[in-house]
């Protein structure tokens, strides 16, 4: 069955790591000033196994680094009045630990 389920990123976190439907989808990304929280909406097969993704926030003129292995794949831009921050899935990316 595909639902559309929210998830909540903060920005100023380095890497974000979510429990998401191994297939799914990212539909909507939105940043809300008074909470520094980012909301994604994604369209997912619920009935497919959770698995953990690794996102992370990057804002525009910020460096980041990532190892030759690691590649990042272009989400979504959201906008906080003179900031413009830029949401990337990174994969290749084992998380730390039981999530």
């Given at each position: 069955?595909?639902?559309?389920?929210?998830?909540?990123?903060?920005?100023?976190?380095?890497?974000?790591?979510?429990?998401?439907?191994?297939?799914?989808?990212?539909?909507?990304?939105?940043?809300?000033?008074?909470?520094?929280?980012?909301?994604?909406?994604?369209?997912?097969?619920?009935?497919?196994?959770?698995?953990?993704?690794?996102?992370?926030?990057?804002?525009?003129?910020?460096?980041?680094?990532?190892?030759?292995?690691?590649?990042?794949?272009?989400?979504?831009?959201?906008?906080?009045?003179?900031?413009?921050?830029?949401?990337?899935?990174?994969?290749g990316v084992k998380c730390p630990g039981p999530q």
């Open positions: 069955m595909r639902v559309v389920w929210k998830f909540e990123m903060n920005v100023g976190s380095d890497d974000v790591f979510l429990q998401m439907p191994a297939i799914s989808q990212i539909v909507e990304a939105r940043f809300h000033p008074a909470t520094k929280m980012v909301t994604l909406w994604a369209l997912c097969k619920s009935d497919t196994p959770l698995v953990t993704k690794t996102f992370m926030i990057v804002g525009t003129g910020q460096t980041y680094d990532r190892v030759d292995e690691q590649v990042v794949q272009y989400i979504w831009t959201v906008f906080d009045d003179d900031y413009v921050w830029h949401i990337f899935e990174v994969l």
